[in-house]
Nanobody, 128 residues
Framework: EVQIVESGGGWVQTGGSLRLSCTISGFPYDGWIIGWFRQAPGGEREGLACISGTDGNTHYDDSVKGRFTIFRDATKDTVYLQMNNLKPEDTAVYYC?????????????????????WGQGTRVTVSS
C-alpha cells in the first residue's frame, strides 16, 4: 500500500519560513516523481513544484520561483519544500503527490489530475 505523509505545516508570521516534508513508502515503481500542491480556502488546487527522485530534476511554478525550494533525500524517500518569505496568500493546505518516474515531461506540468497518489495534506497559515 502506498503511503504519502506530509508534515511540517503550522503557523508563521509574514516573512517567515517553513520546511514541509513528504515521505513516501510502499511505492510500486523503481523511483518516483513527487510534486507539491496547495489549496487555499475556497480556491482550486495549484501545483507548486516537482522533483524527480531518480536524477533530482526540479521544476517550479512561476508563482513560487525564488521563494520555494524543492529538494530530496532519495535515501529516505523524502522530499522537502523549503518555503521562505511567506505571505498571507500562501495560507493553504499543502499536499504532496507522487507518480511514476518515467512521466517527467507530463508531471512537470504540475496539473494535479496527472498525479495518482496523494497525501492527506498539511496546513500552513501565514498571519499578517
Amino acid at each position: 500500500e502506498v503511503q504519502i505523509v506530509e508534515s511540517g505545516g503550522g503557523w508563521v508570521q509574514t516573512g517567515g519560513s517553513l520546511r514541509l516534508s513528504c515521505t513516501i513508502s510502499g511505492f510500486p515503481y523503481d523511483g518516483w516523481i513527487i510534486g507539491w500542491f496547495r489549496q487555499a480556502p475556497g480556491g482550486e488546487r495549484e501545483g507548486l513544484a516537482c522533483i524527480s527522485g531518480t536524477d533530482g530534476n526540479t521544476h517550479y511554478d512561476d508563482s513560487v520561483k525564488g521563494r520555494f525550494t524543492i529538494f530530496r533525500d532519495a535515501t529516505k524517500d523524502t522530499v522537502y519544500l523549503q518555503m521562505n518569505n511567506l505571505k498571507p496568500e500562501d495560507t493553504a493546505v499543502y499536499y504532496c503527490a507522487a507518480d511514476r518516474p518515467d512521466l517527467w515531461y507530463l508531471l512537470r506540468t504540475l496539473r494535479d489530475h496527472e498525479y495518482d497518489y496523494w497525501g492527506q495534506g498539511t496546513r500552513v497559515t501565514v498571519s499578517s
